[in-house]
T-cell receptor
Framework: DQQVKQNSPSLSVQEGRISILNCDYT??????FLWYKKYPAEGPTFLIS?????DKNEDGRFTVFLNKSAKHLSLHIVPSQPGDSAVYFC????????????FGTGTRLKVLA | DTAVSQTPKYLVTQMGNDKSIKCEQN?????MYWYKQDSKKFLKIMFS???????INETVPNRFSPKSPDKAHLNLHINSLELGDSAVYFC????????????FGPGTRLTVL
């Protein structure tokens, strides 16, 4: 039972345009969400996060939107750059107890120059 | 100045062997984790230690035994390796508190022949 789903395994975007990566979750107890970026042969690196008390968090070119009623979050990258080409994982957790992360399966983003 | 390091990076071994993967973090975190990323790219938590105490123990075969000699180290020992153990294993660390982010190591690619 995959509680966090990224239904698009891959996405291609032209340089300079917006990249939108989507993530859906099923557990309404999740209250903190994160996006990680992963390059080949490296570990995931933290990108941006959002608490369930917010619906938007912005950090430079990266914005995460949270729609709790739809149990959906998205990561927007504007403008997209070739260096953004990587696999993006969303993760969710319940911020009490052990803070266990549940990861999605990732979306491979390719930004075309 | 590596934050989370793992050794070895690659491990190729025969079925039935016993092997260990080491992890060290120099971030001063109190919690460390082991994740497994299988061929379908699912990144799943296996274990977590907080201050050398086991706090997460997912449904993992008891052939897998984590050991935390101190807060900065979490090693993973695997007995009687099976073909299905082939995966990339990631170590991570964090502070155990709300809105924490986990820092990942570069991964260890284990191939069981």
């Amino acid at each position: 039972d995959q509680q966090v789903k990224q239904n698009s395994p891959s996405l291609s975007v032209q340089e300079g345009r917006i990249s939108i990566l989507n993530c859906d979750y099923t557990n309404s107890m999740f209250d903190y969400f994160l996006w990680y970026k992963k390059y080949p042969a490296e570990g995931p690196t933290f990108l941006i996060s959002i608490s369930s008390i917010k619906d938007k968090n912005e950090d430079g070119r990266f914005t995460v939107f949270l729609n709790k009623s739809a149990k959906h979050l998205s990561l927007h990258i504007v403008p997209s750059q070739p260096g953004d080409s990587a696999v993006y994982f969303c993760a969710a957790t319940i911020t009490s107890g052990t803070y266990k992360y549940i990861f999605g399966t990732g979306t491979r983003l390719k930004v075309l120059a | 100045d590596t934050a989370v390091s793992q050794t070895p990076k690659y491990l190729v071994t025969q079925m039935g062997n016993d092997k260990s993967i080491k992890c060290e973090q120099n971030l001063g975190h109190d919690t460390m984790y082991w994740y497994k990323q299988d061929s379908k790219k699912f990144l799943k938590i296996m274990f977590s230690y907080n201050n050398k105490e086991l706090i997460i123990n997912e449904t993992v075969p008891n052939r897998f035994s984590p050991k935390s000699p101190d807060k900065a180290h979490l090693n993973l020992h695997i007995n009687s390796l099976e073909l299905g153990d082939s995966a990339v294993y990631f170590c991570a660390s964090s502070h155990l508190r709300e809105h924490n982010e986990q820092f990942f190591g570069p991964g260890t690619r284990l191939t069981v022949l």
